[in-house]
């Protein structure tokens, strides 16, 4: 495995699925995608639930992931990876609170 920010093509990387049937995307091959595509730094990456798409090569189905949730650094994030945007939803709120102290307050 490289380094996830490191220049290189965006391949995906594939392992047996959990299933038994066929082929899915590695956790490693999401986080770099994201990284390379939204310039997050890989290691901070947390996914968290995504949606599947699959193709058929050779008889064999291959699943990736299409869209995803994930957090950075405590902050929820969603992409389709043509488009990111914030997903409150998916805060770890021990990291929110430390960073709006303004919040505990009220």
């Given at each position: 495995?490289?380094?996830y920010n490191?220049?290189?093509r ?5 392992t ?6 066929g082929y899915e995307e590695?956790e490693?091959?999401i ?5 390379r595509?939204?310039?997050?730094n890989?290691?901070?990456i ?5 949606d599947?798409?699959?193709f058929e ?9 299409n ?6 650094n405590?902050?929820g994030?969603?992409?389709d ?16 609170k ?9």
């Open positions: 495995m490289g380094n490191q220049p290189t965006n391949i995906l990387e594939f047996d699925s959990e299933e038994g049937t590695t490693h091959s986080k770099n995608r994201i990284a595509k939204f310039l997050f890989g290691s901070s947390v996914p968290l639930e995504c599947l798409k699959s090569l050779g008889g064999i189905v291959y699943r990736y992931v869209r995803i949730n994930f957090s950075v405590g902050y994030y969603g992409t990876f043509k488009d990111i945007w914030r997903d409150e939803a998916y805060d770890d709120m021990s990291i929110y430390v960073n709006h102290p303004e919040d505990q307050e009220k």
